[in-house]
């Protein structure tokens, strides 16, 4: 019986954690996986700064995504409450990116990060783990 709650649950979150970095990916104008897998060309140091960049910002995304998912499973009293859990922190740390944007001027997230930014995708990484861990704790009954 714990095996199959816990084959049941595994089955659901994986999708969702696909389905979250899925929608993380339509929320930028660049194409993150492309960017990254042309990180390889050692000899262009600005692809392979763009390929570092864009995965520090998809990785912070997928952290934070990874610690509210481990609340919620925790937390959970079925699968949907799992679910809604889910689908409400992708919803927050989309809003974060964009929040990000509109609260630093100076810095345009959509252009920094695809031209090798580091330093912006650092700072990206940070929030989008902060988020995630603060929703993780927020998740309560």
Do not use: Q
């Not at 960017?35 to 390929?51: N, R, S, T």
């Not at 409450?81 to 001027?105: K, N, Q, R, S």
């Amino acid at each position: 019986m714990l095996l199959l709650n816990f084959l049941k649950y595994l089955g659901v979150t994986l999708p969702l954690m696909a389905f979250a970095v899925f929608l993380f990916t339509l929320t930028t104008p660049y194409r993150e996986f492309k960017i990254m897998f042309d990180g390889d060309e050692l000899e262009d140091p600005k692809k392979v700064a763009a390929a570092k960049a864009v995965a520090l910002d998809l990785g912070g995304k997928v952290i934070g995504i990874a610690f509210l998912l481990a609340s919620a499973i925790y937390h959970a009293v079925s699968l949907w409450d799992l679910i809604v859990w889910a689908l409400t922190g992708t919803i927050f740390l989309i809003g974060v990116y964009y929040l990000f944007e509109l609260l630093t001027p100076g810095i345009t997230i959509r252009k920094e990060i695809p031209n090798g930014n580091v330093g912006t995708a650092i700072f990206s990484f940070c929030l989008s783990l902060a988020t995630g861990i603060l929703m993780a704790a927020l998740i309560s009954y």
